[in-house]
């Protein structure tokens, strides 16, 4: 990124505070309240000391003297601060004038026959006629306005800016120019418009004729600008009257280098070179429509957080429209994956199997499945095995039919982590992993039952058999000995009861899974397919004897 100041010129900020008050008649301001400042400034189509002040001259003759009636003095040079924004003695919650709100300003209150029972006392001016309908619309506007102390004037002043600030270059036909806020003394900041002048050669500008105008943002993309070429911005501000204000300040950039269809690019999703909101629209294309014409899944990872949803749309479309951070570069390894080229995704979806998710329990897929037909693993796990699970109708009893479904279900109750997009990267990693492994032909779906204990009361089993079952199941989280790991505590140091074992091993697991009958807890169940009743017994007959006889894990 270039970007050059070529030069130095006033910028100063003018804060406007809309804090307007006004009051009037009869009634004094509170004693040692603090007014808020007046609004600086004209504004409005009244005049104060014009229009306002000759009907306090007229009518309010008991208040034309510093020991006025209730320290409420109206004399010109006084009235406008003794009114704007303090607080009524007689109605504390209300002030003499609160500028934009005429039917809350006591002022009004106490001249104003219509709203006489919100008034404490007499009306004013006392003694003396009511004031003209006319006077008192007069006095209305004035605070319906604002109450400002000098009636509007003719805007010829021009926004104070500092010019732009930076440029980027996105690609090779774009770039974006950056600036601040600039500061009116009538336009709101965000209905400043900004016109931006581009050049090829420094300070060589038609600043008849901007390239490009924009309202309210401090960040605009140039488009349409030719490859490895170096462009020379300078952005100024107009106020809605039209005044322009006419900074020289000059910054720089280059456009990069035309790409070819094989330079990919994190959120150039059309692989046209450029991030505009055609690849926020592709995203959320294939989101919502299915629609499959993204790069690939790394590019649209506009977020870079192994995962394409709907917030890789917005990040890029905040980038593009805000100038907000950009989407990082592609790692080497993405940018092979989206080359063709990548080997790899089978080797992060094994470690993917293997490691826990960091947010979760400290489970991962191979605490609990297998990668070998059931029958020839040497672990009996828990849960089924994964070699045939791509191959497999319905997981679940049925209840799902994508794999994306039954992993998820894994994923939130078993492992107590976050679900999966079918779209992120890790979840594409890991069926890339199962697809190495399964095999060709289709497998079945699993039926299996959740069923409590058929026992009860001492186990009936034998404990030696108990042992040695015991370290090819039970050992993958209570360890060698059943002295505990860190996904689960020993069952050495304190008594098991048969009946407890049996409920453990049959029924145990998250009770918001969608599994009918588990009495909670992390420890997965065992259906009766993956242990039979006498292993259950031989398991119940060893726990209930530990730590009595010497098992080991030969």
């Known amino acids: 990124m270039e970007s050059v100041r070529r030069a130095t010129g006033l910028s100063l900020f003018i804060a406007l505070s809309l804090t307007l008050g006004v009051g009037c008649a009869g009634d004094g301001g509170s004693q040692g309240a603090t007014p808020p400042p007046p609004p600086p400034g004209p504004g409005g189509t009244v005049d104060y000391e014009t229009q306002i002040q000759p009907i306090f001259d007229e009518s309010c003759s008991c208040h034309l003297s510093v020991n006025a009636p209730g320290g409420l003095t109206l004399l010109s040079g006084i009235s406008y601060d003794a009114l704007v924004g303090v607080n009524s003695s007689q109605n504390s919650s209300l002030q003499l004038v609160e500028p934009g709100e005429p039917d809350r300003s006591y002022l009004v209150i106490k001249i104003d026959d219509s709203l006489s029972t919100l008034r ?95 309202s309210g943002a401090l960040t605009a993309r140039v488009e349409n600008l030719e490859p490895a070429t170096k462009y020379y911005f300078v952005v100024r501000a107009r106020d809605e009257t039209g005044n322009l204000e006419t900074n020289l300040f000059e910054v720089s950039a280059t456009t990069l280098e035309p790409t070819s269809p094989d330079d990919f690019r994190r959120g150039d999703t059309d692989n046209d070179g450029q991030l505009t909101a055609n690849d926020a629209n592709l995203i959320m294309d294939f989101l919502f429509r299915g629609n499959n014409e993204l790069v690939c899944f790394q590019v649209a990872d506009v977020n870079s957080d192994r995962s394409v949803n709907l917030s890789d749309a917005i990040f890029l479309l905040k980038h593009i429209f805000t100038g907000s951070e950009a989407p990082a570069p592609l790692t080497e390894e993405e940018i092979l994956a989206c080359s063709g080229d990548d080997s790899g995704d089978v080797e992060r979806g094994l470690a993917i199997y293997n490691q826990p998710d960091p947010s979760g329990n400290g489970f991962s897929c191979s605490t609990c499945h297998a990668t070998t037909p059931d029958e020839e693993s040497e672990i ?57 492994i399964s ?36 050992v993958v989280c209570h360890g060698p000995g059943a002295e505990g790991t860190a ?68």
């Open 120 to 214: 404490v006392g007499e009306r004013m001016p006392r003694g003396s006629s009511p004031l003209s309908d006319s006077k008192i619309q007069l006095i209305r506007t004035w605070i319906e306005e604002g109450a400002h102390r000098s009636a509007a004037t003719e805007d010829t002043e021009p926004p104070q800016f500092g010019g732009a600030t930076s440029a980027t270059a996105i690609s090779s036909t774009e770039i974006d120019v950056f600036w601040d806020t600039a500061v009116d003394n009538r336009t709101a900041s965000e209905s400043i418009r900004y016109s931006i002048f581009v050049a090829t050669d420094a300070v060589l500008h038609d600043f008849l004729q901007p390239s490009l105008e924009v």
């Open 439 to 474: 095999p060709s032909e289709p497998a079945p779906a699993l039926v299996y039952e959740i069923t409590p204990p058929t026992a009860s009361g001492s186990a009936q089993g034998d404990a030696q058999m108990g042992c040695e079952l015991f370290h090819r199941s039970c």
């Open 380 to 436: 009996l796990y828990a849960g089924h095995s994964l070699h045939d699970a791509l191959r497999r109708p319905s997981f679940n009893l049925g209840e799902f039919t994508e794999v994306i479904d039954a992993v998820n279900i894994c994923r939130v109750h078993w492992m107590k982590t976050t679900s999966w997009e079918s779209t992120d990267s890790s979840f594409v990693d890991l069926v890339a992993f199962l697809e190495s």
């Open 487 to 554: 996904l689960a505590p020993s069952l050495v140091t304190f008594p098991l009861g048969a009946d407890y074992i049996r409920a453990k091993i049959r029924l145990s697991g998250p009770q918001e899974a969608p599994y009918e009958g588990l009495l909670g807890g992390q420890m997965p169940f065992w259906s009766r397919d993956k242990l039979s009743d006498d292993q259950v017994e031989d398991l119940a007959e060893f726990l209930e004897a530990i730590p009595t006889p010497d098992c080991s894990d030969e």
